[in-house]
């Protein structure tokens, strides 16, 4: 369940990419709408008689993209061939199941996994199909499903027009969007609802298949459908391939939160229109976006265009395989500091039960390091050892019907926050970030990202309506054995060891358990540290890197320090797997360095 349903309208102007692509003609990119226009006309002229289909990600401007052909091209819509808006509804009750007694505010669903073709009517499709086979004129075969399987054969010359999840979402916000072959406005957050399910899920996918086997031959970011570019496929997977070559950045996604604090909002100079700060989005891959300048230019991509444009250079074979191409960590950053009190407390699902009631891939485990606190802050992890867990829901299911006040603090075990605390966040363990502090949230896959609140203190969200209570799933997922006792021995810097120290630093493991599949480290150094992705396997791991302790770090290869990104504190950036030896330069020397670090875990 994606979190960005409210993403702050900010392009953070500092988390660009800029780099040298040797061999990538980016003279021949298409920047501007009248650049665009004229080598579309020039592709139907070139390309007379034949089929052009046009396809994009959900909310891109494939009508306004199309228009740019001119008139001399006959024009059909895909929308043409699916079923009736009725029978979308109907297709779609069980992805879709209204059941305010588990689901109030009817936010969770079941994926839709049909893709395009389950959208077509069977008749439709096929007397379309016949009719590209026979056609002699130039046509645009457009929208949602152009680039399908069932319809990409046909089509001589295939364009992917592309939008940031960010915009997509903005897009929504704005109203005139319409879900897939519906006839009628929804409100936004059903709009959202039914685009998590089936919408956002179908175009994703197929997105992900046409980049893994290069099927297009032009690439549009559409973000600003009145300011396009346009790339031919060598140029945008030349440029997906050489920005694995550095450590990157990606752009993140700001959004407020009842709960939001103030420390992020200084660092990153964001605006004042801001009401605070509550996530930073620095990593959630299906989230963000990657921006490359290159030779005068700039593009923004979504960050799976690049895994799903060459995964393996990124995350190594292995990866590729046990995760099944998708990225398979994330991570953000929750500011409480200065705020008016604490996250919800809450618990995330484990693997059969998204699988069973989501059909989504994997559990949900997470992890925060604190690296900011303020007075009095702590960090809420499992149950106080003599606190009585079916008690505790009872008042949830009170509270909740109530609305009473719960005294949490009798019950959700507190664990006193400083910096470098870390703490380890299996599925189904109760949870939450207190007031007073910053934390760096590290978590497993957002594929199945659910978070079930049991309490939110009697909350309303920004526009003033009470915060959902998620007492039926979250009951059905509590790990009521997470108490005291275990938590202080397993999931409280659990494992910490020393496995490196030398003239250059130390490298440590401040946090790992047995449910979670990845690794998380510090670096603790002065003016520089080695490191190598292939230590642990030749394929090579990825890694990503955040700077929580320091000023400005200098990220870069060892056989070419041309190959680099300049991190300031609280960047993250991602070690592609093939990047092999690099080091960290201290560019403030004297002063003392922490770098948190993740990787998966291996032997």
Known sequence: MSFMFNPFPYD??????????????????????????????????????????????????????????????????????????????????????????????????????????????????????????????????????????????????????????????????????????????????????????????????????????????????????????????????????????????????????????????????????????????????????????????????????????????????????EFHGFFPIRFNYDDTFHASGNMSIQLHPGHDFVTRENGELGRQDESYYVFVTGQGARTYLGFNQDADPDEFVEKVLESEKNHTEIDYKKYIYGVHSEPGTQVMIPAGTIHASGQNQVILEIGSLTVGSYTYKMYDYLRRDLDGNPRPIHSYFGSLNLNKNMKEEYVKANLVNGRKRILREDEEGQEWVVGECDQLYFSLRNLCFGDHFTDDTKRYNTDGDFCVLALIDGEDVTVRSLDDPSLSFDMKYMDMVVVPASMGRYELVNNKPGTKIVMHKTMLKRD
């Open 12 to 321: 953070d102007p500092k988390a660009v990419n800029r780099i040298t692509a040797p061999g990538v003609n980016l003279s021949k990119a298409k920047v501007g709408n009248r650049s665009v226009a004229a080598a579309l006309k020039k592709i139907a002229k070139e390309n007379e008689g034949k089929i052009i289909a046009v396809d994009g990600y959900t909310t891109a401007p494939i009508e306004k993209i199309v228009s740019l052909f001119g008139k001399d091209v006959e024009l059909i819509p895909v929308s043409d061939i699916y079923l009736s808006a009725r029978r979308l509804e109907k297709l779609f009750e069980e992805n879709l199941p209204e059941d305010r007694k588990k689901d109030p505010v009817l936010l969770y669903g079941k994926i839709f996994g049909e893709g395009y073709k389950g959208l077509f009517d069977d008749k439709k499709l096929s007397a379309l199909q016949r009719k590209l086979a026979k056609t002699k004129t130039t046509t645009v075969i457009y929208g949602y499903g152009a680039l399908s399987p069932e319809l990409i054969g046909f089509a001589s010359v295939k364009i992917w027009a592309d939008i940031t999840p960010k915009k997509a979402v903005l897009n929504i916000k704005a109203g005139g969007f319409r879900n897939l072959g519906s006839d009628k406005d929804l409100p936004f957050k059903a709009t959202m609802r039914r685009c998590y399910y089936v919408d956002f899920e179908t175009a994703f996918t197929l997105r992900c298949s046409l980049l893994a086997n290069r099927s297009i031959d032009y690439y549009i970011c559409s973000d600003n459908p009145s300011e396009l570019s346009m790339l031919a496929s060598a140029e945008f997977f030349g440029l997906i391939d050489r920005i694995l070559d550095y450590p990157f950045r990606q752009r993140p996604v700001y959004l407020e939160g009842v709960w939001g604090g103030y420390h992020t909002m200084r660092v990153r100079n964001l605006p004042d229109t801001m009401k605070n700060c509550a996530w930073v989005f620095d990593m959630i891959p299906m989230e963000v976006s990657t921006v490359i300048e290159c030779q005068g230019k700039s593009f923004e991509f979504p960050f799976y265009a690049v895994v799903a444009g060459n995964g393996q250079k990124l995350m190594g074979s292995k990866c590729m395989e």
